[in-house]
């Protein structure tokens, strides 16, 4: 049988330039800029003030709420400013700036080994929030909510992502390739927080190298297994990855626990052990750094807050980009400066010499679209409703249901921006929403 | 920067940050192209002239999209070559003995009409250059009816088809070709034929799979335009499924369902039910209509089964118009036409499930 999911697109990879370069520490700079809301969520408030001492894997943010994630120092040094400072979302957010001391120096009860065996599901839960985990995928959904399923939807299985389906990105196969057992150990971690029954390590077939070494990695885990899939994007996108691996589908406007499954991305599973097994909170990602104007494409492990310009000193440019993309280049988000930190959701960052034209003309319903969308729904008619600004009809035909893949967009050959009308549309539907609720009350 | 790059002029804007390259003019032209050894074979069938019918209906549907358009002070778009199509199409489904104003005023009305009006390419309802045919068979209906088709040319492959097919009666190879078509002759009843076998009044299956027969000038080698037709399969332009259910249906109906057509009586040999089938979609205008123009994309379903039912409404249609009806031979024109204009409810119908949805 072959494991994949419906509709779908197939760009070029553009993996080459960085598949086979092996993963380089790239030095924490000399000053970094770490924000509060890195995640889906609560911004963390602030825990230090401008003038205290911070040592490395220090607390500088608590947890917002349930739903938000803390922040932690990614190198010792001292804190210049807690002020608003340009994110990858192109807005201002709180964040923390700090003064590297260069002398890496860790807080007490940090980088130290713990026995994991012991460890039940809340501790691991708990672990999960004080080590600030996030999916590390580009979502940014923190990841002890996601391990705190209620009692009423059990888990049976744990999909372990290493899809990576995004063009240009290697991150997650470096990863996969040279440190297999970080992400097996933390596997079996979130499992076990989640009482889940079995893993299923998930990866395309692009990457038969990274497949070897995890099915090595898998073969210590009784409960585990590693499945090939197709290379055709969005093979990572949680819902796709589902279908393809079970053949199960979301509940529309559900989640995965809805269907037993737990999702989480080969980075964040390796994170989770680092917090386990060393009490390391996410202080650094790896981050493919690539693109047809990168000069010296890399794979790079980067402190959390270190600034592209920085990152982009030691690539170099081949050209002027046209276009700095944080993420893949299907889903991420253009940036207007490159005075923008790395976050805990930047799998990559990737510079584009040329840029798709901004004039679009009338649907002619070549249905490549309706081919392309791997929820099924009908972007050319969504597309046509929007464009008239007609919200409600183009919510009749699941609108909501999107999940912003961009496949529609991508292969329109009118060239029409369906999937940036449908986030305003989604956005103006919310807000309306929100009103209501203003209103009703 | 170090580097001394200019970074001020980054571009920002939401994803996806890449485009697949085929864009609207790219179909359109491969299109053109799928066309273009049905059209070159016409022009070689029927002569010069016939070229001057295709090159005026082409030359007139770009000029009337260009002065519409500079007219409305909107960008001139004829390079999409989505009005070329449409030109080529009228100049296809025309016969080669049409005046040189019927290309023109079928290209100028499918156009302006069948497309501009209603806002141009992708908001027209029916295909632009049915319109274009529809409205000049019904103003110039002596000229654009079956009953004056041409003869053929004594070209050297219709004279070795028809040697070989008539080898033994002794009748002189190419002047058995009629001046009605099969299919006008079916309509009426008539195909009984006077020496006790009607098929031998006509080319054989296999002429009309070549092309070397009477009829519309882009229409008759259903080789070529399944060669054509094929080749957008594979590009996906269209789904092989509408040719197949239009012209299976139409075989199968054709074949089996209209026996009371023949007269019957001890003279008379009726056709069998494999020729009967084989004329009805080799002989005329299905085979251009199933792959280009029951496949055009504005105006059909946008989903596959919608596709399927459209394809199957077209052959019902032409079915009907052809064997039921009295005295119309062709039918594919306006089954399609018919068809486009149920699109909206079958695409209303023949939504895709939603991921996650249970259908309602």
């Not at chain 1, 990695?217 to 589902?242: D, M």
Request: charged residues 15%; contains cysteine; glycine residues 10%.
């Amino acid at each position: 049988m072959r494991l994949t999911f419906s509709g779908g697109v197939h760009p070029r990879e553009a993996k080459d330039a960085t598949k086979a370069l092996p993963i380089e520490a790239f030095e924490a700079p000399q000053v970094l800029v770490v924000p509060l809301l890195q995640h889906i969520g609560a911004p963390a408030r602030a825990a230090v003030k401008a003038g205290d001492k911070v040592a490395k894997g220090e607390t500088i943010g608590e947890p917002g709420g349930f739903i938000s994630a803390a922040v932690h120092a990614p190198v010792s040094g001292t804190v210049s400013a807690v002020e608003p400072r340009l994110g990858p979302g192109g807005r201002k957010i709180m964040a923390v700036v700090i003064e590297n001391d260069g002398e890496d120096r860790w807080a007490d009860g940090t980088n130290v080994k713990r026995d994991t065996s012991s460890l039940d599901a809340d501790t691991i839960r708990n672990i999960a929030s004080d080590a600030g985990l996030v999916g590390m995928g580009g979502a940014a959904f923190p990841t002890h909510v996601k391990l705190s399923p209620p009692d009423n939807k059990p888990i049976e299985l744990l999909l372990v992502n290493g899809a990576e389906c995004e063009p240009f990105l290697t991150a997650d196969h470096r990863l996969m390739l040279e440190e297999p057992e970080r992400i097996a150990f933390g596997a079996q971690l979130a499992a076990r927080a989640v009482s889940a029954a079995r893993i299923i390590f998930a990866l395309e077939d692009n990457k038969p190298d990274a497949a070897e070494t995890l099915e090595k990695a898998a073969s210590k885990i009784p409960s585990a297994t590693v499945v090939t899939l197709p290379t055709r994007y969005p093979q990572g996108a949680e819902k796709q990855l589902i279908e393809a691996v079970t053949g199960r589908q979301v509940p529309s406007g559900g989640l995965p626990m809805d269907v037993g499954v737990l999702v989480q991305n080969v980075g964040t599973c390796a994170a989770l052990q680092d917090a386990c097994a060393f009490n390391v909170p996410l202080i650094e990602r790896i981050t493919t750094v690539t693109g047809p104007s990168a000069g010296r494409p890399a794979n790079l492990r980067v402190r959390i807050g270190t600034l592209y310009e920085a990152l982009f000193e030691r690539v170099g440019f081949a050209g002027a980009p046209r276009r700095i993309v944080m993420g893949g280049p299907m889903m991420g988000m253009a940036q207007g400066s490159v005075e923008v930190p790395v976050t805990k959701g930047t799998s990559g960052i990737v510079l584009l010499d040329s840029v798709p034209g901004d004039v679009w003309r009338a649907c002619i319903r070549c249905g490549k679209c309706v081919r392309a969308c791997p929820v099924s729904i009908v972007p050319s008619q969504i597309s046509v409703f929007l464009e008239r600004g007609y919200v409600d009809e183009a919510n009749e035909i699941d609108m909501l249901d999107c999940i912003e893949c961009g496949c529609c967009t991508y292969v329109c050959p009118a060239r029409r921006p369906i999937v940036n009308w449908i986030k305003a549309g989604k956005a103006e539907l919310a807000e309306r929403r929100a009103r209501e609720r203003e209103g009703a009350k | 920067m170090s580097q001394g790059e200019d970074l001020s002029r980054l571009s920002v804007a939401t994803s996806p940050h890449i485009r697949e390259e085929e864009d609207i003019s790219a179909i359109m032209w491969w299109v053109v192209a799928a066309l273009t050894p049905a059209a070159l074979f016409g022009v070689w069938n029927f002569g010069w002239y016939a070229a001057a019918v295709v090159v005026v209906a082409v030359v007139s549907a770009a000029v009337a999209e260009a002065l519409w358009q500079r007219i409305c002070g909107t960008a001139v778009m004829i390079s999409d070559g989505s009005a070329v199509v449409t030109g080529l199409l009228v100049g296809l489904v025309l016969p080669p003995s049409v005046p040189l104003y019927v290309p023109m005023v079928a290209s100028g009305v499918g156009v302006l009409i069948g497309k501009q009006l209603f806002g141009g390419l992708g908001c027209n309802i029916w295909n632009p250059a049915l319109v274009g045919r529809a409205f000049v068979q019904i103003a110039y209906p002596q000229h654009v009816t079956l009953s004056v088709w041409p003869v053929l040319r004594g070209s050297s492959l219709s004279r070795v088809l028809q040697d070989v097919r008539h080898a033994g009666d002794g009748s002189a190879a190419h002047e058995v070709v009629l001046g009605a078509t099969p299919l006008a002759e079916q309509a009426v009843g008539s195909l009984a034929a006077t020496d006790g076998v009607a098929e031998a009044m006509y080319p054989s299956v296999w002429a009309l799979f070549l092309g070397n027969i009477p009829g519309s000038i882009g229409e008759t080698s259903a080789l070529l335009l399944l060669i054509g037709g094929l080749f957008l399969i594979w590009k996906g332009y269209i789904n092989w499924k509408v040719p197949a259910v239009f012209l299976g249906t139409l075989f199968l109906f054709a074949a089996f369902v209209p026996t009371w057509k023949i007269p019957t009586g001890e003279d008379i040999v009726a056709p069998s039910w494999w020729f009967f089938g084989m004329y009805q979609i080799f002989a005329g205008g299905a085979v251009i209509g199933a792959f280009f123009m029951a496949t055009d994309m504005v105006t059909t379903p946008i989903t596959s089964s919608g596709q399927v039912i459209f394809a199957l409404g077209c052959a019902l249609i032409t079915a009907l118009i052809r064997l039921v009806g009295h005295g119309f031979p062709e039918g594919v024109a306006y089954s399609i036409l018919l068809m486009n204009t149920a699109t909206p409810v079958i695409d209303r119908y023949t939504r895709p499930r939603t991921y996650g949805t249970v259908k309602k």
